[in-house]
């Protein structure tokens, strides 16, 4: 267990510096909106299988008009799939927004819970999309597993595990609290430049010394 947490530590510390140094690790909503739950959580949810630039667009006209679970809902639905076109599946979200925003108007008097056992009651509302909220609207410990997080949690060999769902809860067993809510961060910026799901930059990786390079075929 010691020569895990020391790997871990190796791993955020190494990770942290070499942002610090070549680039900012900031890729998150609560940068660009102040932490306010409910707009970390609508902006989750247009993110999911939509690009970054995409998303921050949709966000920005639609908290133009709306910002609140009561002014949602003023919107008509037609109003809303304009608004947030072309996120990925922009007429299903349209409607997972008004259903959320009813909901946390009906059951929590208009205010997003802070557990998240009760953001998981919400539908539409999964746990990669709750942790975040957890983590960037509330500031709670969270661990937020999305598909680079867990590639490279399992390509580094730290776990090994079939899906994301696994990877969070393995994680949770074995990743110091101290560092939940800021590997997410690292790891997706991480994924997103350096170690890709396809011929991976290990040429260039500051983790390459203590990398297992599982699954790993072709790499540049």
Not at 41 to 53: A, F, M, N, V, Y
Not at 157 to 186: C, D, F, M, Q, S
Request: hydrophobic fraction near 35%; charge should be positive; proline fraction near 5%.
């Amino acid at each position: 267990m010691k020569k895990q947490k020391e790997l871990f530590a190796k791993i955020v510390e190494t990770l942290k510096d070499y942002f610090q140094r070549y680039g900012p690790c900031d890729h998150r909503i609560i940068a660009k909106k102040g932490g306010d739950p409910f707009i970390i959580l609508i902006g989750t949810i247009l993110s999911l299988r939509t690009k970054d630039e995409i998303t921050d667009k949709a966000m920005e006209r639609l908290f133009k008009k709306a910002k609140t679970p009561d002014e949602m809902l003023k919107l008509s639905n037609e109003e809303l799939e304009q608004l947030i076109y072309p996120v990925g599946f922009y007429r299903k979200k349209a409607k997972t927004i008004r259903e959320i925003s009813k909901t946390i108007i009906e059951r929590y008097k208009g205010r997003v819970p802070d557990e998240l056992e009760e953001l998981l009651k919400i539908k539409g509302v999964g746990r990669k999309t709750a942790n975040l909220v957890i983590t960037e609207g509330f500031n709670k410990p969270g661990i937020c597993v999305d598909t680079h997080v867990h590639r490279i949690s399992n390509r580094l060999g730290v776990v090994k595990t079939r899906n994301p769902h696994e990877t969070e809860y393995t994680l949770r067993g074995v990743l110091p609290k101290k560092y939940w809510n800021i590997y997410n961060a690292l790891l997706v910026t991480f994924g997103q430049n350096i170690c890709k799901p396809v011929s991976p930059h290990c040429t260039i990786c500051p983790l390459s010394h203590i990398c297992k390079r599982i699954g790993v075929v072709v790499f540049r």
